[in-house]
Every structure is written in structure tokens, then in C-alpha cells.
T-cell receptor
């Protein structure tokens, strides 16, 4: 089944403790992206990657890092999480062609205390 | 499941009726539009898309209408069912493949 898989689904951590949220897709998509979703707001892009070893900042990149060493994986790294990073995070991928939709994972609920 | 519907506008629809969900987009340069459905505890699920050279597109029980003059997008769901209860949001994309997302509308289907 074609899918985007994120882990973990739920994560509670403390301020300053480094964490990684993994994302993997099995559709051979070149493009991958991370979003955060907060109540009453639309999805906001954190980082994206057009292909292996190519990453770029989205609209809200502060406090986050990403890497793209393999085509299928795109982990999101929070080196020193803060409470304002408490949010619902989604990984997404799409084909690298014009006008192709994003396919989303099921989300990671992160709480930073 | 996770609550993403806080502070969202709500559309209450009786089962069997048609639903119309509206979205105003902001970027005149946007040339690709998508509707997503998000159920509690799940990621956004693709419903239907439309390119800017079209003004209407139909899928199974769904129709998307695009009015570029007033930058308005709508999703019509025919014969709404309980399983249609979810948050629906639109996305606008540009030629670079960058998307902007609406906050969404909570659809509640009542029996």
C-alpha cells in the first residue's frame, strides 16, 4: 500500500531534550516536506526537500533541522525543543511534476513541557 | 484523536443533503488547487484537485468549482453521509509546487 509513515504518533518530552521524528514513503517520490498544524491555522511548511541531499527552509523553519540522505526517508530533528513547538506534525510527499497532490502521513502529536 | 477543529467554522448538514464548503484563496498566481479531508486522528486525505485552466471538476459524489475572478473555490458533496464528517480544507499551489493551506471547515453530519 502506498503510504507515508511517521513515527512516533505521540511524543511527550521536556524542554531541551533532542528528538527526532521519522518519516518514510514508499512511493519513490522525489519531493518530501514537513508541516505543523496548530488550532485554527492552516498547515505551515517547516522544511522541504526536492531530492536527496537537497533541503530548503519553508515558512517556519526556526528550531528545526532535516536531512535527506535517502530518497524514502526525511527525518525532522528538534535539537532543543521548546514549548512553542508543541504541535501536530505532518510529513508529506509528492511526485516531482507539476500539479501533483501531497500525500500525508498520519501525524505526530508532540508535547514539549 | 487529535483535535484540529478548534475555532474552525462549522457546517452542520443533515444526512442525505448536499454540502457546500467554501474557500477563498489569496494568490492570483496559484494555478493548482486541492481539497483535503481530515478525520480526527488522521492525516489529510486527498479528495479532488483542479487546475486553473478549468472551472469545474467532478469526482465520485464530489464536485470542485473554481472561480478565478473572485479567487474562490468550493467543494460540493452530494448526498452527505455520516462518514463525511471531518475537517475539510483547501490548498492552493503555485508553479514552484509550493502550497498554502486554508484552516478548514468542520463538517458535522446529523442523522
Amino acid at each position: 500500500e502506498a503510504q507515508v509513515t511517521q513515527n512516533p504518533r505521540y511524543l511527550i518530552t521536556v524542554t531541551g531534550k533532542k528528538l527526532t521524528v521519522t518519516c518514510s514513503q514508499n512511493m519513490n517520490h522525489e519531493y518530501m516536506s514537513w508541516y505543523r498544524q496548530d488550532p485554527g491555522l492552516g498547515l505551515r511548511q517547516i522544511y522541504y526537500s526536492m531530492n536527496v541531499e537537497v533541503t530548503d527552509k519553508g515558512d517556519v523553519p526556526e528550531g528545526y533541522k532535516v536531512s535527506r540522505k535517502e530518497k524514502r526517508n526525511f527525518p525532522l530533528i528538534l535539537e532543543s525543543p521548546s514549548p512553542n513547538q508543541t504541535s501536530l506534525y505532518f510529513c508529506a510527499s509528492r511526485e516531482d511534476r507539476g500539479n501533483s497532490p501531497l500525500h500525508f502521513g498520519n501525524g505526530t502529536r508532540l508535547t514539549v513541557t | 484523536g487529535e483535535s484540529v477543529g478548534l475555532h474552525l467554522p462549522t457546517l452542520s448538514v443533515q444526512e442525505g443533503d448536499n454540502s457546500i464548503i467554501n474557500c477563498a484563496y489569496s494568490n492570483s498566481a496559484s494555478d493548482y488547487f486541492i481539497w483535503y479531508k481530515q478525520e480526527s486522528g488522521k492525516g489529510p486525505q486527498f479528495i479532488i484537485d483542479i487546475r486553473s485552466n478549468m472551472d469545474k471538476r467532478q469526482g465520485q459524489r464530489v464536485t470542485v468549482l473554481l472561480n478565478k475572478t473572485v479567487k474562490h473555490l468550493s467543494l460540493q458533496i452530494a448526498a452527505t453521509q455520516p462518514g463525511d464528517s471531518a475537517v475539510y480544507f483547501c490548498a492552493e499551489g503555485d508553479s514552484w509546487g509550493k502550497f498554502q493551506f486554508g484552516a478548514g471547515t468542520q463538517v458535522v453530519v446529523t442523522p
